[in-house]
């Protein structure tokens, strides 16, 4: 079945540097969505990506899907202490399992104010 | 508008207890999920209802998960017997069918010993 892979594991950067995660598919998604997870708390979606290219930014966040629409990234500018938690990918499912994600393990950022 | 409400929050058990986790929705959403979330990974999808319809249910222990929706709304995921490795936190989710985002509860965290 369709996987998701979510590098690097771990991220720590001193406030104010930028941080990256990259998620990976082995096959060509129909859209890819990301997710924060705060420590202790639950995933909150951010957003959704569906074009070939596509470039969304939320504020410091920018988000980029591939071109063969099998790999994104989240960037964000100048870290801050609120930024720390889990970033999730999450693709979907294929056919009558479109409704399903699967989610990436995710990277985990902390800041160092 | 209240988010989505799950209950107990925290669960201890013995192993080879029997254990319920409750899931109301946030009022509307059609579509529900039941996730087990492992320490340092995403979380994984055990089940998915379109209303009261169990539609994905590949990836649940069906020799000892059950869940049930009736009526569409509320949901209940069982356990019985639980094992040890059923130590996790689960997560239930819903959506509207024709949207993407899904809104997470807090979660159950369950510890079996």
């Known amino acids: 079945g369709q996987q998701v892979m979510q590098i690097p594991q771990y991220q720590h950067v001193q406030e104010g540097e930028d941080f990256t995660t990259y998620c990976n598919s082995s096959?060509?998604?129909?859209?890819i969505q990301w997710y924060k997870q705060r420590p202790g708390g639950h995933p909150v979606f951010l957003i959704q990506?569906?074009?070939?290219?596509e470039v969304k930014k939320q504020k410091r966040l920018t988000f980029q899907f591939g071109e063969a629409k099998k790999n994104s990234s989240l960037h964000i500018t100048a870290t801050q202490t609120t930024d720390v938690g889990t970033y999730f990918c999450?693709?979907?499912?294929?056919?009558?399992?479109?409704?399903?994600?699967?989610f990436g393990d995710g990277t985990t950022l902390t800041v160092k104010p | 508008e209240a988010g989505v409400v799950q209950s107990p929050r925290y669960k201890i058990i013995e192993k080879k207890q029997p254990v319920a986790f409750w899931c109301n929705p946030i009022s509307g959403h059609n579509t529900l999920y039941w996730y087990r979330q492992n320490l340092g990974q995403g979380p994984e999808l055990l089940i998915r209802y379109e209303n009261e319809e169990a539609v994905d249910d590949s990836q649940l222990p069906k020799d000892r998960f059950s869940a049930e929706r009736l009526k569409g709304v509320d949901s209940t995921l069982k356990i019985q017997p639980a094992e040890l490795g059923d130590s996790a936190v689960y997560l239930c989710?819903?959506?509207?069918?024709?949207?993407?985002?899904?809104?997470f509860g807090p979660g159950t965290r369950l510890t079996v010993l």
């Open positions: 999450a693709g979907p499912g294929v056919g009558t399992n479109a409704g399903k994600s699967t």
């Open positions: 990506l569906v074009k070939s290219g």
């Open positions: 989710a819903s959506r509207l069918t024709a949207l993407v985002e899904q809104f």
């Open positions: 096959t060509t998604l129909s859209n």
